[in-house]
């Protein structure tokens, strides 16, 4: 198999190019996206490339304190980018999205180290930070979804849940078909590209390996592995963010909180 062939600065001015073009459809068609694609191409050639830079070091480095560095930094973002997709402020919610992430990222990367993989350290760059990369991406959409779409549909039902309350229910009960939909609508994305995943489109994880040379079984089961992983994570983390959210709704006199 040929090897990975290698792209210089040229190679990457003429995919700018690609890029280039696709700007200069949107001014000849007037879409307006001009701005919209130059900031994007800005944005992604720069972050990309300063994230080969920094990664290159902290695997030159090989120190366990330079990788969990590097997966706070990921975990902190992502986060922060997670709490801001949810419209409604809540209180303690970026404390709240921060912790349901950690939680599940650990959990889910240490199973896969220790059962799975079972590197020679546990600190290896090459697993960790990749796969925990995904993980984090992954479960920052999911908790986004799934926040939104709660905190959406409890500010529109208050009446509903005092209804529930001053019949009796607790507040897990008078909002439990809420967060059932709030958890189904964080994991629909997942339960989609499970479903339909290598019929429709090459995922990017196996892409990237056949590029480098990996042959093409060892790349499908180290997707079959990541996906699995994903899916873990971003119900593990929808279940955390969803009960934290619900706390947020109720006094601890079991009133709701307007």
Known sequence: MQ????????????????????????????????????????????????????????????????????????????????????????????????????????????????????????????YVISLGGIVLGNAMNAAALAGERLVSIMNATHLEIETHLSLGATPQQAIAQYRKDAVRAGLIPTLNQMMIIAMVTLPGIITGQLLSGINAREAASYQILIMFMVAFANLLTILLVTRGICRQYFTSTAQLVR
């Open 3 to 126: 090897e990975l062939i290698k792209l210089d600065f040229v190679d990457l001015a003429f995919a700018v190019g690609l890029m280039g073009a696709a700007i200069a459809l949107s001014a000849w068609e007037r879409i307006g996206l001009e701005f919209n694609l130059a900031l994007a191409t800005g944005r992604t050639f720069l972050q990309l490339a300063v994230l080969g830079y920094v990664l290159e070091f902290i695997f030159a480095l090989d120190n366990p304190w330079a990788v969990l560095a590097i997966l706070a930094v990921m975990l902190t973002i992502s986060a922060i980018v997670a709490r801001n997709r949810i419209t409604q402020k809540i209180p303690q919610m970026l404390p709240l999205v921060w912790g349901s992430i950690l939680i599940s990222t650990t959990i889910t990367l240490v199973y896969t180290n220790i059962l799975i993989l079972q590197p020679d350290r546990w600190f290896e760059p090459q």
